[in-house]
C-alpha cells in the first residue's frame, strides 16, 4: 500500500534538523519520499548543532564552524515565529541547496537569497546575530534531545511514540528503497530495549 490508499490511518511525525548538518539534509530529502509512498505527515522543527556542542572540547576548526552555527537556525526560527511553521520547511529547502549542494560556506550569502526565495523579509537576517528568540530555539533543540538522550546528533525524528536518531543513509533512497527504510527504522525503533544499530561510513553524502 501507498501514502495514497485511503484505507491506511496517517501518521504524523516530527523531523528535527539543524540547516547546517549534511547528513540531516540526506535525511530530509528521504523523509519528503517517505510521505509519497507511505502515509506519514511530517512537521519539521529545528534543532542547533550549535547548542548541542557547548561546553565540549572541540577542535579548533570545528569549534569555529559552531560558532557560525548560530545564524541559519536563528533565521529559521524567527521566520518562523512572524509568519508561521508554515515557513520551516522551504527556508530549510532553501538554505540546505545553497550550503549543500551549492557549497556555499559564507552563511550570510546563504540567508538572503533563501529568504528571497520563499519570499520572506530580507530583514530577518538580522536575527543571525541575536539571541532573542534563543530560549525559543534552546526549547526545540531540547524536545528532541529529551526523546533520544544527548549522545546523538542531527537528525532526530519522532514517529507513534517512538524516535531515533538518523537514519544515516547515502544515497537517499526513492520510492520503495525509501519505504522500506521507513518501514524498518519504525520497527527497531519501536522495540522495546533496543538502542542501536551502525556500522563504519565508506561514503560520504551523496546529493542528487
Not at 520551516?88 to 559564507?106: N, S
Amino acid at each position: 500500500m501507498t501514502a495514497t490508499d485511503d484505507t491506511q490511518t496517517r501518521s504524523a511525525a516530527e523531523f528535527w534538523f539543524d540547516p547546517l548538518c549534511p547528513w540531516a539534509w540526506m535525511t530530509s530529502r528521504w523523509m519528503m519520499e517517505v510521505e509519497k509512498v507511505r502515509p506519514v505527515d511530517v512537521t519539521w522543527s529545528v534543532m542547533s548543532l550549535a547548542v548541542l556542542n557547548e561546553g565540549r572540547d572541540l577542535p579548533e576548526e570545528y569549534r569555529t564552524m559552531m560558532d557560525r552555527a548560530w545564524g541559519p537556525v536563528r533565521v529559521i526560527l524567527a521566520a518562523a515565529a512572524e509568519h508561521g511553521d508554515k515557513v520551516v520547511k522551504p527556508l530549510y529547502d532553501a538554505m540546505g541547496t545553497r550550503i549543500h549542494l551549492g557549497g556555499e560556506k559564507d552563511f550570510a550569502k546563504v540567508i538572503v537569497p533563501a529568504l528571497e526565495e520563499v519570499g520572506l523579509p530580507v530583514e530577518l537576517a538580522e536575527f543571525a546575530d541575536t539571541d532573542e528568540h534563543d530560549d525559543r530555539l534552546r526549547a526545540s533543540h531540547q524536545r528532541g534531545i529529551d526523546l533520544v538522550g544527548d549522545d546523538v546528533g542531527t537528525p532526530v525524528i519522532a514517529v507513534n511514540g517512538v524516535a531515533f536518531f538518523g537514519p544515516v543513509v547515502s544515497p537517499a533512497p526513492k520510492g520503495e528503497a525509501a519505504a522500506k527504510l521507513w518501514d524498518g527504522c519504525v520497527l527497531v525503533a519501536g522495540t522495546p530495549g533496543f538502542f542501536e544499530l551502525k556500522r563504519s561510513r565508506t561514503v560520504g553524502p551523496i546529493f542528487d
